[in-house]
Protein backbone atom coordinates (compact mmCIF):
# COMPACT_ATOMS: atom_id res chain seq x y z
CA UNK A 1 0.00 0.00 0.00
CA UNK A 2 1.29 3.87 -0.77
CA UNK A 3 2.14 5.64 2.06
CA UNK A 4 0.39 8.57 0.74
CA UNK A 5 -1.60 9.00 4.09
CA UNK A 6 1.12 8.52 6.36
CA UNK A 7 3.02 11.61 4.29
CA UNK A 8 -0.22 13.51 4.48
CA UNK A 9 -0.95 13.18 8.36
CA UNK A 10 2.65 13.54 9.63
CA UNK A 11 1.63 16.63 11.93
CA UNK A 12 2.90 15.36 14.91
CA UNK A 13 4.96 12.55 15.86
CA UNK A 14 2.00 10.25 17.38
CA UNK A 15 -0.48 10.84 13.82
CA UNK A 16 2.96 9.44 11.97
CA UNK A 17 2.81 6.52 13.98
CA UNK A 18 -0.44 5.73 14.33
CA UNK A 19 -0.99 6.25 10.66
CA UNK A 20 1.70 3.81 9.75
CA UNK A 21 0.55 1.39 12.37
CA UNK A 22 -2.75 1.45 10.73
CA UNK A 23 -1.55 1.06 7.51
CA UNK A 24 0.39 -1.72 8.20
CA UNK A 25 -2.77 -3.85 9.20
CA UNK A 26 -4.91 -2.95 6.56
CA UNK A 27 -1.74 -3.81 4.36
CA UNK A 28 -1.87 -7.57 6.08
CA UNK A 29 -5.64 -7.77 6.13
CA UNK A 30 -5.23 -7.23 1.75
CA UNK A 31 -2.63 -9.47 1.29
CA UNK A 32 -4.42 -12.23 3.56
CA UNK A 33 -7.23 -11.23 1.28
CA UNK A 34 -9.95 -10.25 3.85
CA UNK A 35 -10.59 -7.07 2.29
CA UNK A 36 -10.18 -5.32 -0.91
CA UNK A 37 -7.41 -2.80 -1.08
CA UNK A 38 -9.55 0.05 -2.21
CA UNK A 39 -11.76 -0.01 0.87
CA UNK A 40 -8.72 0.23 3.12
CA UNK A 41 -6.55 2.76 1.10
CA UNK A 42 -7.51 5.63 2.96
CA UNK A 43 -8.24 3.83 6.16
CA UNK A 44 -5.40 5.59 7.99
CA UNK A 45 -5.97 9.04 7.22
CA UNK A 46 -9.54 8.38 8.18
CA UNK A 47 -8.53 6.90 11.58
CA UNK A 48 -5.94 9.85 12.28
CA UNK A 49 -8.33 12.04 11.39
CA UNK A 50 -11.14 10.47 13.92
CA UNK A 51 -8.97 10.57 17.13
CA UNK A 52 -7.81 14.15 16.09
CA UNK A 53 -11.85 14.94 16.40
CA UNK A 54 -12.03 12.75 19.97
CA UNK A 55 -9.07 14.57 21.21
CA UNK A 56 -9.82 18.11 20.13
CA UNK A 57 -10.67 18.86 24.02
CA UNK A 58 -7.04 18.30 24.95
CA UNK A 59 -5.69 21.81 23.18
CA UNK A 60 -8.82 23.73 24.72
CA UNK A 61 -8.70 25.41 28.19
CA UNK A 62 -11.65 26.19 30.26
CA UNK A 63 -11.31 29.60 30.62
CA UNK A 64 -11.47 29.87 27.00
CA UNK A 65 -14.99 28.29 27.30
CA UNK A 66 -16.43 29.96 30.03
CA UNK A 67 -15.23 33.35 29.09
CA UNK A 68 -18.32 35.08 28.74
CA UNK A 69 -20.36 35.54 31.75
CA UNK A 70 -22.92 37.87 33.29
CA UNK A 71 -22.16 39.60 36.76
CA UNK A 72 -24.87 42.01 37.07
CA UNK A 73 -28.00 39.20 37.09
CA UNK A 74 -29.34 38.57 41.03
CA UNK A 75 -30.67 34.94 39.97
CA UNK A 76 -29.64 32.47 42.92
CA UNK A 77 -31.69 29.78 42.44
CA UNK A 78 -30.42 26.10 40.87
CA UNK A 79 -29.51 26.38 37.28
CA UNK A 80 -30.21 22.97 34.88
CA UNK A 81 -29.35 22.10 32.21
CA UNK A 82 -30.36 18.02 31.23
CA UNK A 83 -29.73 15.27 28.49
CA UNK A 84 -26.59 16.93 27.82
CA UNK A 85 -25.14 14.50 25.11
CA UNK A 86 -21.35 13.77 25.06
CA UNK A 87 -18.79 11.38 23.57
CA UNK A 88 -15.91 10.36 25.25
CA UNK A 89 -12.89 8.05 24.88
CA UNK A 90 -12.03 5.74 27.79
CA UNK A 91 -8.31 6.26 28.41
CA UNK A 92 -7.71 2.36 28.93
CA UNK A 93 -9.04 0.79 25.92
CA UNK A 94 -9.55 4.24 23.45
CA UNK A 95 -13.17 3.00 22.87
CA UNK A 96 -15.53 4.86 22.76
CA UNK A 97 -18.13 5.76 25.79
CA UNK A 98 -21.46 7.87 24.64
CA UNK A 99 -24.36 9.04 27.18
CA UNK A 100 -25.75 12.35 28.21
CA UNK A 101 -25.27 14.65 31.30
CA UNK A 102 -27.49 16.66 33.53
CA UNK A 103 -25.56 19.45 35.24
CA UNK A 104 -26.96 22.32 38.10
CA UNK A 105 -24.84 25.01 39.53
CA UNK A 106 -26.31 27.89 42.28
CA UNK A 107 -25.25 31.09 41.24
CA UNK A 108 -23.35 33.81 43.58
CA UNK A 109 -23.06 36.97 41.57
CA UNK A 110 -22.22 35.29 38.17
CA UNK A 111 -24.00 33.90 35.25
CA UNK A 112 -22.95 31.77 32.49
CA UNK A 113 -24.98 31.70 29.15
CA UNK A 114 -26.79 28.43 28.52
CA UNK A 115 -24.66 27.08 25.66
CA UNK A 116 -21.38 27.15 28.18
CA UNK A 117 -22.32 24.43 30.03
CA UNK A 118 -22.33 21.90 27.41
CA UNK A 119 -19.55 23.22 25.58
CA UNK A 120 -17.71 22.57 28.72
CA UNK A 121 -18.77 18.85 29.14
CA UNK A 122 -17.67 18.56 25.23
CA UNK A 123 -14.42 19.81 25.78
CA UNK A 124 -13.55 17.49 28.97
CA UNK A 125 -15.24 14.61 26.84
CA UNK A 126 -12.78 15.15 23.57
CA UNK A 127 -9.96 13.78 25.73
CA UNK A 128 -8.78 10.44 26.75
CA UNK A 129 -11.07 9.72 30.32
CA UNK A 130 -12.33 8.02 32.50
CA UNK A 131 -16.12 8.37 33.48
CA UNK A 132 -15.27 9.39 37.25
CA UNK A 133 -12.58 11.85 36.21
CA UNK A 134 -14.80 13.38 33.47
CA UNK A 135 -17.67 14.26 36.03
CA UNK A 136 -14.18 15.85 38.77
CA UNK A 137 -12.98 17.66 35.09
CA UNK A 138 -16.45 19.52 34.86
CA UNK A 139 -17.14 20.34 38.13
CA UNK A 140 -13.84 21.60 39.59
CA UNK A 141 -13.03 23.59 36.56
CA UNK A 142 -16.70 25.17 36.72
CA UNK A 143 -15.78 25.99 40.34
CA UNK A 144 -13.08 27.31 39.98
CA UNK A 145 -13.71 29.77 37.22
CA UNK A 146 -17.30 30.41 37.93
CA UNK A 147 -17.11 30.33 41.86
CA UNK A 148 -20.82 29.86 42.23
CA UNK A 149 -22.60 28.52 45.79
CA UNK A 150 -22.09 25.38 44.41
CA UNK A 151 -22.47 22.84 41.32
CA UNK A 152 -23.38 19.30 40.47
CA UNK A 153 -23.13 16.94 37.17
CA UNK A 154 -23.90 12.94 36.63
CA UNK A 155 -23.29 11.08 33.93
CA UNK A 156 -25.01 8.44 32.24
CA UNK A 157 -23.09 6.51 29.49
CA UNK A 158 -22.76 3.16 28.18
CA UNK A 159 -19.07 1.93 27.65
CA UNK A 160 -18.25 0.28 24.37
CA UNK A 161 -14.90 -1.54 26.33
CA UNK A 162 -17.75 -3.31 28.34
CA UNK A 163 -20.10 -3.89 25.76
CA UNK A 164 -17.38 -5.04 22.93
CA UNK A 165 -14.52 -6.76 24.53
CA UNK A 166 -14.29 -8.73 27.87
CA UNK A 167 -16.92 -8.99 29.45
CA UNK A 168 -19.25 -7.96 26.48
CA UNK A 169 -22.22 -6.99 28.55
CA UNK A 170 -24.32 -4.71 26.17
CA UNK A 171 -27.01 -2.36 27.66
CA UNK A 172 -25.16 -1.48 30.94
CA UNK A 173 -25.30 2.22 32.09
CA UNK A 174 -23.23 3.60 34.41
CA UNK A 175 -23.93 6.44 36.47
CA UNK A 176 -21.24 9.07 38.56
CA UNK A 177 -21.87 12.59 40.02
CA UNK A 178 -19.67 15.02 41.22
CA UNK A 179 -21.18 17.50 44.03
CA UNK A 180 -19.19 20.97 45.06
CA UNK A 181 -20.36 23.72 47.63
CA UNK A 182 -23.79 23.36 48.70
CA UNK A 183 -24.75 20.43 46.79
CA UNK A 184 -22.00 18.41 48.69
CA UNK A 185 -22.88 20.31 51.93
CA UNK A 186 -27.23 20.43 51.77
CA UNK A 187 -28.87 17.28 51.60
CA UNK A 188 -31.99 19.63 50.28
CA UNK A 189 -29.86 20.87 47.38
CA UNK A 190 -28.74 17.30 46.77
CA UNK A 191 -31.58 15.88 46.30
CA UNK A 192 -33.64 18.77 44.50
CA UNK A 193 -30.89 17.85 41.47
CA UNK A 194 -30.81 13.88 42.12
CA UNK A 195 -34.56 13.69 41.91
CA UNK A 196 -34.63 16.00 38.86
CA UNK A 197 -32.67 13.86 37.25
CA UNK A 198 -34.21 11.63 34.59
CA UNK A 199 -35.06 8.03 35.81
CA UNK A 200 -34.10 8.70 39.74
CA UNK A 201 -36.50 9.01 43.13
CA UNK A 202 -33.30 10.75 44.36
CA UNK A 203 -33.63 9.29 47.94
CA UNK A 204 -31.53 6.11 47.25
CA UNK A 205 -28.61 8.36 46.33
CA UNK A 206 -29.04 10.25 49.88
CA UNK A 207 -28.28 6.76 52.03
Known amino acids: METTAV ?13 EAIQAMMAEMVDRGVVPAEHVAETPRRVVDTFVELFSGVDQKPEEVLCTDF ?3 QYSQMVTVRNIPFVSCCSHHLLSFIGTADFAYIPDGRIVGFSKIPRLIEMFARRPQVQERLAEDIVTSFMRIVRPKGCAVLLEAVHLCMCI ?20 DDAGAKMEFISGCKGLGGTEWLR
Open 165 to 184: RGIKVSGAITRTTALRGVFA
Open 7 to 19: KKYGRTPWQVMLA
Open 71 to 73: IEE
